[in-house]
């Protein structure tokens, strides 16, 4: 929960936010100043990403949101290294005495126990099964999972119980796994959705720095498709003024690359994330910044964010109502216009264990 000058220059390449101010639930924050001991600018060290372990006493998330779609959720990882600079989860780190900033990105909190946890909560006699969504906080395929790959064991927890999973990420990663999510696809388990907020690998790069190219969902929007798990391309958040006319050709190129589905969400900046966006985007894009920030202050009536259940995902008003026409109108002549089907719940079994009480009859 550090201001540091260096942070505009060299300590944070490759990272999104431009601070690391202390969260709401913090009383101080700390400042440091260059003093001529320490080397700073170029010579300053690049921040590193750290990795502490969480045990949970539950994984499980419960919610009522009438906006979702789910009513449970499990996330292997608090923070995540992508670093997409507009994330809705990064106020979630200030729960843990962390920055939404720079600290979302870099210092993140790993759940090893999480799978083993999972199938505890499965096996609670009271249990019944209904479609567990991953990733709706955090990226569950950010880059560290290629080493604990807590996810994969979450799904193969999953797919042995015949549990429904929807998967959400934009991460390429999720590749690895094609073959279990396949297997559960086509017996009705699983989908997936793949976010994809632009296609310009440049402007990709700087808005969500650690996450894969573009062209790389794409890939994995084939891949799993040919494997046999639909997927529902994500065209968000559509930025306007700086990504929303990019929605027709994203809707195209992840129709070609095998996507049934589609959805789209306006920006929205709650809490820390309007103040770290505005930040980002007066450094990368100066000359349109103004004109950004009104057009999404037009679609949340004229404020940075409205978190009224009902209008936080669509937004309101001429632009919220003209990027859901042209939606419309793109997904239904690309035939993307329809539900995916409901995943099952009737294959739901608690597999025999050692121990466990046989039947009498």
Not at 39 to 51: N, Y
Not at 137 to 153: G, K, L
Not at 175 to 199: F, P, Y
Not at 200 to 227: F, G, N, Q, V, Y
Request: charged share 25%; with cysteine; proline share 8%.
């Amino acid at each position: 929960m550090v201001h540091d000058p260096d942070m505009a220059t060299t300590r944070r390449r490759g990272r999104a936010a431009t601070a690391n101010h202390a969260g709401r639930f913090e009383r101080y924050d700390r400042v440091v100043e260059a003093d001529g001991w320490h080397g700073g600018g170029a010579d300053a060290p690049l921040l590193r990403t750290e990795v502490a372990d969480e045990v949970p006493s539950k994984v499980i998330t419960r919610n009522t949101s009438p906006d979702l779609s789910f009513d449970r959720s499990i996330n292997p990882y608090r923070g995540c290294e992508h670093g997409c600079i507009y994330c809705f989860a990064r106020p979630s780190h200030a729960y843990l005495g962390l920055s939404p900033g720079l600290d979302f990105e870099t210092r993140l909190i790993a759940r090893p126990e999480a799978p083993r946890v999972l199938e505890r909560e499965l096996r609670a006699p009271g249990y019944m099964p209904k479609v567990i969504a991953i990733g709706t906080n955090t990226d569950p395929y950010q880059p560290i999972e290629r080493e604990r790959r807590i996810m994969r064991a979450l799904l193969q927890v999953l797919s042995e119980y015949r549990h429904p999973v929807a998967v959400v990420t934009k991460g390429a990663l999720i590749e690895r796994d094609a073959d279990l999510l396949g297997e559960m696809g086509q017996a009705g388990l699983a989908r997936a959705g793949i976010s994809i907020t632009t296609l310009d690998p440049d402007l990709s790069r700087r808005m969500e720095p650690r996450a894969p190219a573009p062209a790389h969902r794409l890939r994995a929007i084939e891949t799993l498709t040919r494997a046999g798990c639909p997927v529902r391309v994500m065209a968000a958040p559509l930025v306007p003024g700086l990504t929303d006319h990019e929605l027709e050709a994203i809707l195209s190129a992840a129709r070609d690359a095998g996507a049934v589905a589609a959805s789209t969400i306006p920006l929205r900046l709650p809490r820390e994330v309007a103040g770290l966006w505005a930040d980002w985007l007066a450094e990368h894009h100066p000359d349109r910044a103004g004109r950004v920030m009104t057009k999404i202050r037009d679609m949340h009536g004229g404020r940075d964010y409205d978190p009224e259940w009902g209008k936080r995902l669509k937004g309101q008003g001429i632009w919220a109502d003209l990027i859901q026409q042209r939606f419309a109108r793109a997904t239904r002549a690309l035939g993307l216009d329809t539900e995916q089907p409901r995943l099952r719940c009737d294959l739901f079994h608690r597999p025999p264990r050692p121990g466990d009480q046989l039947p009498l009859l």
